[in-house]
């Protein structure tokens, strides 16, 4: 596609908080275990596994003048992006909080995050923005944007490749507006069926086709450990997962699929093999206790002799 890429990144680098149970979860009473903190955000996470496979990066978030958006403005920079971001100083940072059980699977997530609905519509208007967008080979955001911010970021792409990451269930319908002015979507089994409009026991063909009819050219769907799906223009295919040599945290793999998936469109490589190095990604981060894995070239080169080959789906 290009070589020396840069990408610009809208969306969310706010406090992630996960909570981890050490026994076996008891609803409605008190989990002994642990608490750890640190900056994450779906494209800020998925940003970091693109920089660290090679693509040159800029970052458009907002947060707040508090001890927490400094938090966040110094995970930027050791992560070398550009920060573009706007700080509201007499407004709270976006969180996120986690609570994962002994497994590292997912109990439920918390968001607080209205900084993000008031203050990225105003962000798409200025000409900071314009001029970001049009120094970027390609564009990356997540579904923290409202429907209005989204609208007006593709319209100013004017062509270039753009890349989304779906969030939630309930912010994905967000990017209905504009799925067809999309490049490639992520999203995991239940954001895809709300966009597919099909039940949750849906085959892959069926999701793929409902995918298709909401006006997305290109997408990817992960289902935890099942086979991850992909499809574009040349057809659709799924891809098996490894089964990870550990379980530390299954918390950002889909970011670090998404993050390391793009840096492989961006050097040119088909979606089928791009997949792949996504998949390499989301095992490496499923294995660390980061929700962002730190890898050299040797392990991840490792992790993608596992990875098989990409397989038609009928």
């Not at 903190?37 to 920089?51: C, P, Q, Y």
């Not at 390609?138 to 990451?165: H, Y």
């Not at 793999?253 to 840096?263: E, I, Q």
Request: contains cysteine; charged residues 20%; proline residues 5%.
């Amino acid at each position: 596609m290009v070589t020396s890429a840069k990408i610009l990144a809208l969306g969310g680098a706010h406090i992630d908080r996960r909570g981890q149970v050490s026994g076996a979860y008891v609803p409605a009473a008190s989990n002994p275990g642990t608490m750890r903190e640190d900056v994450g955000g779906g494209v800020f996470n998925a940003l970091r596994s693109t920089v660290r496979r090679g693509v040159a990066a800029s970052l458009l978030s907002v947060r707040g003048g508090d001890a927490a958006g400094d938090t966040v403005s110094r995970a930027i920079a050791e992560a070398g992006i550009a920060d573009l971001s706007a700080v509201f100083l007499d407004r709270t940072t976006p969180s996120y909080t986690a609570l994962i059980d002994r497994e590292g699977e997912l109990i439920v997530g918390f968001a607080d995050m209205a900084l993000y609905d008031l203050a990225f519509p105003k962000q798409m208007r200025r000409s900071k923005m314009r001029e970001a967008v049009a120094a970027a080979d390609a564009i990356l955001c997540d579904a923290n944007l409202p429907s209005s911010a989204l609208e007006r970021l593709l319209a100013l792409a004017a062509g270039k490749p753009v890349f989304a990451i779906a969030i939630s269930p309930a912010k994905v319908v967000r990017l209905i507006p504009v799925l067809g002015a999309l490049s490639l979507l992520f999203m995991n089994r239940r954001e895809a069926v709300v966009l597919a409009g099909v039940s949750a026991s849906a085959g892959a063909r069926e999701t793929i086709d409902g995918l298709r009819c909401s006006g997305l050219a290109g997408g990817v769907v992960t289902a935890g450990s099942g086979p991850v799906l992909g499809f574009d223009e040349a057809g659709a295919f799924s891809i098996q997962p490894p089964a990870p040599r550990r379980v530390s945290d299954v918390t950002g793999a889909g970011d670090a699929l998404a993050g390391a998936t793009v840096a492989a469109l961006l050097r040119g490589l088909p979606l089928r093999q791009a997949l792949r190095e996504g998949v390499a990604a989301a095992t490496l981060a499923i294995e660390s206790a980061n929700a962002v894995p730190d890898f050299t070239a040797a392990n991840f080169a490792e992790a993608l002799a596992l990875v098989p080959d990409a397989r038609e789906v009928a």
